[in-house]
C-alpha cells in the first residue's frame, strides 16, 4: 500500500504562486509513476500533470502548459506542483495519485491522496 500526503493549498490572489507538495510513505516511491489531479463541485476529476517515474517526461494539461511545473524528488519521497500565474479558474481540490507502471494521462492510478484546497481570488 501507499500513502499520499497532500500540502501546500490555500488562497491566494490572481497572478500569484503556491507549491504543492505530496509526501509518499510505503511502497517505493520510485516504482511509482505520479500525477496531480483537480476537481471543482459539480465537474469531473481532470488530469493536471504527470511525471515519470524517473522524472524524465511530463504531461501537461493544456489549460497549465506553461504555468505549472511538475517535479519529484525520489530521494525525499515527494512530489511537486508548482504553480504560477494563478488565475480563478484553477480553484480546486488538487489531489496526487500514483500507480504502478508507466506515466498515465487518464484516472488510471492506483492510490489517491486526500486532497488539498487552492483558491485563487480574482
Known amino acids: 500500500q501507499v500513502q499520499l500526503v497532500e500540502s501546500g493549498g490555500g488562497l491566494v490572489q490572481a497572478g500569484g504562486s503556491l507549491r504543492l507538495s505530496c509526501a509518499a510513505s510505503?511502497?517505493?516511491?520510485?516504482?511509482?509513476?505520479m500525477g496531480w489531479f483537480r476537481q471543482t463541485p459539480g465537474k469531473e476529476r481532470e488530469i493536471v500533470a504527470s511525471?515519470?517515474?524517473?522524472?524524465?517526461?511530463?504531461y501537461y494539461a493544456n489549460s497549465v502548459k506553461g504555468r505549472f511545473t511538475i517535479s519529484r524528488d525520489n530521494a525525499k519521497n515527494t512530489l511537486y506542483l508548482q504553480m504560477n500565474s494563478l488565475k480563478p479558474e484553477d480553484t480546486a481540490v488538487y489531489y496526487c495519485?500514483?500507480?504502478?507502471?508507466?506515466?498515465?494521462?487518464?484516472?488510471?492510478?492506483?492510490?489517491w491522496g486526500q486532497g488539498t484546497q487552492v483558491t485563487v481570488s480574482s
Open positions: 510505503g511502497r517505493t516511491f520510485s516504482g511509482l509513476s
Open positions: 495519485a500514483g500507480r504502478i507502471g508507466l506515466l498515465a494521462t487518464s484516472d488510471a492510478y492506483d492510490y
Open positions: 511525471i515519470n517515474r524517473s522524472g524524465g517526461a511530463t
